[in-house]
């Protein structure tokens, strides 16, 4: 079975740092693409960052393209995504999620519980 | 990048269908048919209902069904029930490494 874990969440002030980590497992990493998708608090979800297998492909939102940075240690079966110069509208939970193939273009099929950030003074 | 078009909110009575709309462009929905459709009840995470427009994963009912045409995309739940109650949010590859959600539709079982 499929397990995502994701970590580093919490409360940040407006333009600080944040790095959030996902820690995958029963899987074969490094043969899926990976995403990060967020939901603010009452709204829908939000693509935020698409990762390939090999890193070769990477994509993200206008929204925080500039800011954010999603990257993979295969060895480690991990997916991060470092935050910065965050703002109050970053306000969500966010999710590590799993692609069903190896490129950017195959969407969602596993989820993790996803981790909150806040981002107010 | 834009949101894919849904209506806010849908509903049916027990055990008759429904039809959830997703309206996109043809460099979404309409160029790729990798759309996607999830259901997430709530407090808890999405789950993967439809992908590549009409494919079912191993586990749900084929109540559940997809279809495409032109910019936009169609999820059908059959003979609903009292568990089928969700916000359902479709998904489609958008090119050049970027995805697009819907807004999300509110299904009520009446």
């Known amino acids: 079975e499929v397990q995502l874990v994701e970590s580093g969440g919490g409360l940040v002030q407006p333009g600080r740092s944040l790095r959030l980590s996902c820690a995958a497992s029963?899987?074969?990493?490094?043969?899926?693409?990976m995403h990060w998708v967020r939901q603010a608090p009452g709204k829908g979800l939000e693509w935020v960052s698409t990762?390939?297998?090999?890193?070769?492909?990477?994509g993200y939102a206008d929204s925080v393209k500039g800011r954010f940075t999603i990257s993979r240690d295969n060895a480690k079966n991990s997916l991060f995504l470092q935050m910065s110069s965050l703002r109050p509208e970053d306000t969500a939970l966010y999710y590590c999620?799993?692609?069903?193939?190896?490129?950017?273009?195959?969407?969602?099929?596993?989820w993790g519980q996803g981790t909150l950030v806040t981002v107010s003074s | 990048q834009s949101a894919l078009t849904q209506p806010p909110s849908a509903s049916g009575s027990l055990g008759q269908s429904v039809t959830i709309s997703c309206t996109g462009t043809r460099s979404d929905v309409g160029g790729y048919n990798y759309v996607s459709w999830y259901q997430q009840h709530p407090g808890k995470a999405p789950k993967l209902m439809i992908y590549?427009?009409?494919k079912r994963p191993s586990g749900v009912p084929d109540r559940f069904s997809g279809s495409k045409s032109g910019n936009t995309a169609s999820l059908t739940v059959s003979r609903l029930q009292v568990e089928d109650e969700a916000d359902y949010y479709c998904n489609s590859y958008a090119g050049s490494d970027s995805l697009a959600f819907g807004g999300g539709t509110k299904l009520t079982v009446l």
């Open positions: 990762i390939s297998w090999n890193s070769g492909n990477i």
């Open positions: 999620a799993k692609g069903y193939c190896s490129s950017t273009s195959c969407s969602i099929d596993s």
């Open positions: 029963g899987l074969t990493f490094d043969d899926y693409a």
């Open positions: 590549e427009v009409s």
